[in-house]
Structures are given as C-alpha cells and as structure tokens.
C-alpha cells in the first residue's frame, strides 16, 4: 500500500504534537480515503510536501514569496504521484531555493498543516495536505530566486512576524525554537 509510509509517519508525529489530533485525523481520513491523494489530479485536495530551511546556525529560515498565493512561506509543492513525502519536500527545497547542499534534521514529520487553495482560471478550489518536514542548509547560503518565486529571503526566525502572519508559519518557529534548543 503507497500509502502506509506516511500513515505511519502521521501515526509517529500524532504522538509527539497530541494537541493537533483534529487535523491529525482529518489528515489521515483523506489519504484513507483517497488512494490517488498524492496526484495534483485529485480535485478536492493532495498531498504536498514542505521544507522548513534553516541557515546553518539555525537562526533564520528561508521563504519564498509565493508568486501564485503573493504570501511569505516556505517552500514546497506538489508530490506528484510520490508517496515518498520527505523526498518530495527535499526535492522542492532544492528546486525553489537554488541552494547546492541541504540536510534533513530528521526523517520524522516536522508539522502538518491542511489550507484551501483559491480557484484559479486553471484550476478549481482545492486544499493543500502539507507535510513539512526541517532541513539545514550545510553549504552555500546563496539563493537563486526560481520562477514559482517573487523573492526569497532568509527571515531570522525571531522576528518571523515581521514577514508573516500565517499561523501555521508562527507554529513552525514555535517547534523550530524548541527542536533547536533540544540539538544544542
């Protein structure tokens, strides 16, 4: 079943972030019921695959203004058909920043989140099933900006309201500031 890694890593995140259970459940109810959840195909929603990029020290995260949304996040996009969430997170953080040399902090989910996708002309109104996971930049700190972007910027993650108001942004710092803390 394509479908049983992530459900198993959902089950491992849901032990450690037990205040998130309705959108752990509403997360897995999708993907149990939608066998092509990680196809851009699927109308109602799909799976997307995140990366929340920190510097080397840790201090600043890089986001994207999105060109389509015209809002500071992070980076990510679609799975396209991969069941393989983490790659797909590697893969965007990759492709949108430009950066040549970037790890995974862990290979366990870093934060969920579930967010509606305006209608385009192209495209109908849809959710987004994001799974993010935290990479480090090991390298070159210089960006490319790609064509998905506006800009891009390293924000120090202690002044993240500065850029954006997103809640699901604000709880990424939270855990980004406790996880750090924790790798010291």
């Excluded at 999708?30 to 510097?55: M, Y």
């Excluded at 994207?64 to 590697?90: I, P």
């Excluded at 969920?112 to 993010?132: G, L, S, T, W």
Aim: aromatic share 8%.
């Amino acid at each position: 079943m394509h479908r049983k890694s992530i459900l198993s890593l959902i089950q491992n995140y849901c032990i450690h972030y037990a205040a998130e259970t309705e959108t752990t459940d509403r997360f897995v109810s999708f993907i149990k019921t939608n066998p092509d959840c990680f196809k851009r195909q699927l109308e109602i929603g799909h799976i997307t695959g995140s990366a929340w990029l920190v510097n080397k020290a840790g201090s600043g995260v890089l986001l994207t203004h999105h060109r389509k949304l015209n809002r500071w996040l992070q980076l990510g996009g679609h799975a396209e058909g991969s069941s393989d969430v983490l790659s797909v997170a590697m893969r965007e953080a990759y492709e949108e920043s430009g950066l040549n040399e970037i790890r995974a902090v862990s290979q366990n989910i870093f934060d969920i989140d579930i967010h509606p996708i305006p209608e385009r002309k192209d495209e109908k109104a849809h959710y987004h099933y994001d799974v993010r996971f935290a990479f480090q930049s090991v390298g070159s700190e210089e960006y490319t900006v790609s064509d998905e972007s506006h800009a891009l910027s390293w924000v120090p993650i202690l002044d993240l309201e500065n850029k954006t108001e997103d809640e699901s942004m604000i709880r990424m710092k939270e855990k980004w500031l406790v996880e750090r803390e924790r790798l010291s």
